[in-house]
């Protein structure tokens, strides 16, 4: 298997996803791409999640009202597109079942219809 080099544009909670992952699973090109967005987003939540240490759950909106702060919803958003994201690239977990989506039948279907059409 051919390590793939953790691109310069990863952070490095975003670099050490990617090395997690890439370590343990080989990705087709478009899995790649989505496990590239994935660490991005790993990486845009730990930036939003330091700027939000010791600020103000409740700050003030337009007109002066006391609303949640901007970054609590952002952080939400993004939590949510992450996990998407890892859901679309179907990894199974430690003990040999899917991760939520059951994605585990369509990878053991796409393993099978790999041996069935590459027999020598």
């Known amino acids: 298997m051919t390590k793939r080099r953790v691109p310069p544009n990863l952070g490095p909670v975003g670099g050490r996803?990617?090395?997690q992952l890439t370590d343990k699973?080989?990705?087709?090109?478009?899995?790649?791409?989505?496990?590239l967005d994935a660490c991005g987003e790993a990486d845009l939540i730990d930036d939003l999640d330091k700027h939000l240490v010791g600020a103000e759950r409740i700050v003030k909106g337009s007109m002066g009202q006391p609303v949640i702060n901007p970054l609590i919803?952002?952080?939400?958003?993004?939590?949510?597109?992450?996990?998407?994201?890892?859901r679309q690239l179907d990894l199974p977990d430690e003990g040999g079942a899917a991760v939520a989506g059951s994605g585990l039948r369509s990878y053991k279907a796409r393993k099978a219809a790999m041996?069935?059409?590459h027999k020598d």
């Open 17 to 19: 996803l990617w090395r």
């Open 25 to 35: 699973y080989q990705f087709r090109a478009d899995e790649g791409r989505i496990l």
């Open 73 to 86: 919803s952002e952080l939400r958003q993004h939590r949510a597109t992450l996990a998407s994201l890892l």
């Open 115 to 117: 041996a069935r059409w």
